[in-house]
């Protein structure tokens, strides 16, 4: 009853919605044209970001609701995008975890005390709080949310629990993943604990963000291109089947039945039918799939999110037109969400990226 009342409360203070194209395509109704947002859309490209990054600590800014929140509404106020995205990072749950993550000029993020040994476990700081350790987060949600005044809807996300496993153990980016896959290995049931860990953390952390505001819930796991077939559906698709149907029991038993939840895993074209019957509303996929194959894998009632070559931005505006046009006719206009296959490089040109939301939306 009270969370009821709270989500009541929360609901009373927001604009109604006056642009639900994501909404409606995650739920597999008529749209009037194909939505779209970017992986990444507030980010450096953008010279607004740079502007705000020069002044404060990446992290500051993520723990810092105004700062989020202003950076969130960056390229919506920029472009004619159909979605806003929290300005967070996956990393934030590592943090709660009692790890110490920096945010690294021209190397990204580090963890400079990452586990080695199975009984480094016994350093995470669990049970996690989330609503205490991670409440700037859903402050972020709700402010911005009410700054957005309705135009578009708010995405919530978070790292899933094998990508987040993978920094933890590697302390940072990797281009094998050979000391985390070493766990998989090595330390099957230690590897299993610690993703439970983080699926409990993970589970907690989306929900309270859909009570804060967010409407539609993205897990990424991105780091699901290291792994192959079996692998895969040992260490990393039962916690996103739990995650996924643990979240939306919590919503639905509070009144929150309606708020869709996309998958998105880099490079497992290898177990599109086993996600798609994982639970997901959307399906995001990478460049590397082909549209139609996705769609005979996943059947006609997903959602498909994806999937343009980030590269893509480079070419000529004329050929991204082109691109973003041919995009929209493979996917068709039915349950689709028109976006990237990753999220954006840093380097782009802006004015790309209102090229593309146009080739999408005049289809």
Known sequence: MIHLLLQYLVNMIFAPLKNDRLLRAARGEEVDTVPIWIMRQAGRYLPEFRELRSKHDFFTICQTPELAA??????????????????????????????????????????????????????????????????YVGEAITLTRYKLEGKVPLIGFSGAPWTLMAYMIEGGGSKTLSKAKGWLYQHPESSKKLLSILTDVVVDYLVMQAESGAQLLQVFESNAEYLGPQVFKEFALPYLCDICKRVKARLSGQGLHDVPMTLFAKGAHYALKEMAKSGYDV?????????????????????????????????????????????VRQFGKERYIANLGHGIYPDMNPEHVQVLINAVHSC
């Not at 969130?72 to 590592?94: E, G, N």
Request: hydrophobic share 40%; proline share 11%; with cysteine.
């Open 70 to 135: 202003e950076i969130t509404l960056q390229p919506i106020q920029r472009f004619d995008l159909d979605a806003a995205i929290i300005f967070s990072d996956i990393l934030v749950i590592p943090q709660a975890l009692g790890m110490n993550v920096e945010m690294r000029p021209g190397v990204g993020p580090v963890l400079p005390e990452p586990l080695v040994k199975p009984g480094d476990l016994n350093k995470l700081e669990v049970p996690v709080n989330v609503e205490h350790k991670l409440k």
């Open 283 to 327: 399906l995001g996929i990478d460049w590397t799939v082909d549209p139609a194959e996705a769609r005979k894998q996943v059947g006609p009632n997903i959602t498909l999110q994806g999937n343009l070559d980030p590269c893509a931005l480079y070419a000529s505006p004329e050929k991204l037109h082109e691109m973003g046009s041919e995009m």
